[in-house]
């Protein structure tokens, strides 16, 4: 991996995500395992994400560094001002990170995309849901998509978490060299079917 023209030998990461713990949420639960086995890589891992008015600014939680900004839906212009605190904080920790990581894609996240440009850091971006934050869907919902996606083909790597996600890529023309597919998958030592309808009435009932 390359910051701008040094070599990086010990990562530093930042996770991008809205919602994280203690909001429950299975991205939450699934960033905490991969944060974990990044950092037994020898990664320097941390999480940036919305306080919703209510959690502290900074939290260490099991072993992983967490910061948040202040954000509500209920603010007028919320992505605009999501985006201009998140290149804030960007700002304050230039030093702290050399690859962002975007977990869920706004449009808005673009400003991003160009701050790491100027700033000569590294964008990886995750789309999650179809028909949300995919390119394609993006292209239906958003005017000046030419634009748009010249400056969503800057970010340095698309994952793609399943197949409909990456062929919305490839339709919208991202650049194949960027575009990586991670299917996802059931850890089979953790999950495994139940044997039995009153297995599941019991495992249910002690939820």
């Not at 941390?46 to 509500?72: M, T, W």
């Not at 850091?121 to 995919?134: E, F, I």
């Not at 079917?193 to 297995?199: A, G, I």
């Amino acid at each position: 991996m390359v910051a701008g023209n040094k070599p990086v030998i010990k990562p530093k990461i930042i996770m991008l995500i809205l919602e994280y713990h203690p909001v429950f949420t299975g991205h939450g639960i699934y960033l905490e395992k991969l944060i974990n086995k990044l950092q037994k890589l020898n990664c320097e891992v941390s999480i940036l994400a919305a306080d919703f008015q209510e959690f502290l600014p900074f939290e260490n939680i099991n072993g992983i560094k967490v910061y948040r900004f202040s954000f509500s839906h209920n603010e007028r212009y919320w992505e605009l001002k999501l985006a201009i605190r998140v290149i804030l904080f960007l700002i304050r920790h230039r030093s702290d990170y050399d690859i962002l990581h975007i977990n869920g894609h706004l449009d808005i996240y673009g400003f991003l995309t160009l701050f790491n440009k100027f700033t000569l850091k590294h964008t990886v971006t995750q789309m999650v849901l179809l028909g949300a934050d995919d390119p394609m869907t993006l292209k239906k919902t958003y005017k000046g998509m030419s634009l748009r996606l010249k400056i969503l083909s800057g970010m340095d790597q698309f994952l793609c978490i399943s197949r409909v996600l990456m062929d919305s890529c490839l339709q919208a023309r991202l650049p194949l060299n960027k575009l990586t597919y991670i299917p996802q998958g059931v850890d089979v030592d953790r999950f495994t079917p139940v044997k039995s309808p009153e297995e599941r009435v019991l495992i249910r009932s002690a939820l």
